[in-house]
């Protein structure tokens, strides 16, 4: 019996590739590089699966050359890269890939929080330079965590991973969200506004999806509103931030400093951001575990079995 076609979009980690090609038959290899939208066409047009990737645009144009597709297994947990509209419409199950990356981007939020609060990579690159004198009483001198205040706008899976471990350092948390969320026992966690969140915040940590709503949620208005003092960190999605107020605000010294993984136009990077000696780039991290990306893997490959076989994709979205 002929194996169902699988179309990767981008190449996974090795333990994936090598179960999708002893399960399924690849339309053809995947690169490590995005693909272009006639790729993407060609593979679409011949794949009843598909895994693709955040970078990957999937509209209805896309869509209406798939024929034979029936689910398409998003590699993240956000889906704004897709019309899951559209592909219902076609009788196209979405999945994602829900729980799994939660941790690890917890703990890129908290080694961002950490690197732009006690310059750390302005040490590293100093001390590369060679020209560090040695230690002085002055220098390079950062600011603390212990016993501040916490924002996170956001507080779905991952804003609450980060909101434990904000425990160890004693910091009470203050979080905006759509509903209450479950305080575990002697944790310090309010429900605020948002302009509460914003003014009373030393570090604002940003976990919210991308939609018509959230997009530039944080803008000019927004960052008046924070603490001089105060720092912002976004893990979720580039265009949550307006990019372009944000570098005035850093600039100005509106905000002392920002850690970002995300960006509002990946993968371009609005150009005095890297110039920028108080804030702190990462390239999309979030999930770049091993574990974590391999995790991810598997559970496409859940999904795209059960909905092959007939069945309901355990971690449909839309």
């Not at 940590?205 to 803008?219: A, Y």
């Not at 780039?281 to 391999?294: D, F, K, N, V, Y």
């Not at 991810?296 to 795209?304: A, E, H, K, Q």
Request: hydrophobic content about 45%.
């Amino acid at each position: 019996m002929a194996r169902s076609k699988i179309y990767c979009a981008r190449v996974l980690p090795d333990p994936i590739m090598t179960a999708i090609r002893a399960r399924y038959a690849l339309v053809h290899e995947p690169p490590d590089h995005s693909p272009s939208r006639p790729d993407l066409q060609q593979g679409f047009s011949q794949a009843d699966a598909v895994i693709t990737t955040l970078t990957e645009c999937v509209d209805d144009t896309l869509l209406a050359c798939a024929p034979r597709l029936k689910i398409i297994a998003n590699y993240a947990v956000g889906y704004n890269n897709i019309d899951v509209f559209a592909a219902g419409q076609r009788g196209i199950v979405v999945s994602n890939t829900p729980d799994i990356l939660t941790d690890a981007t917890a703990d890129l939020t908290w080694a961002l929080l950490l690197a732009v609060t006690r310059r750390v990579v302005e040490g590293d690159r100093w001390l590369r330079t060679g020209q560090w004198p040695g230690w002085a009483p002055t220098q390079m001198l950062g600011g603390n965590l212990t016993g501040k205040t916490l924002g996170i706008i956001g507080m779905g899976r991952i804003g609450q991973a980060v909101a434990l471990r904000a425990a160890g350092f004693r910091m009470p948390v203050l979080y905006t969200s759509r509903r209450p969320v479950a305080i575990p026992a002697g944790l310090s966690w309010t429900q605020c506004s948002l302009d509460e969140v914003l003014t009373q915040s030393d570090f604002l940590s940003l976990h919210v999806p991308l939609t018509d709503t959230t997009r530039h949620l944080i803008g000019a208005h927004e960052l008046q509103n924070m603490k001089p003092t105060a720092y912002l960190l976004n893990t979720s999605r580039g265009a949550v931030i307006d990019e372009a107020a944000l570098v005035i605000a850093l600039k100005t010294g509106r905000i002392a400093g920002a850690g970002l993984d995300v960006y509002e136009h990946e993968p371009a990077v609005h150009a005095t951001l890297s110039r920028l000696s108080n804030v702190v780039l990462l390239p999309h991290l979030g999930s770049a575990t091993l574990e974590t990306r391999i995790r991810m893997g598997m559970i496409c490959l859940t999904n795209i079995a059960a909905v092959l076989s007939g069945n309901p994709a355990p971690n449909q979205v839309g």
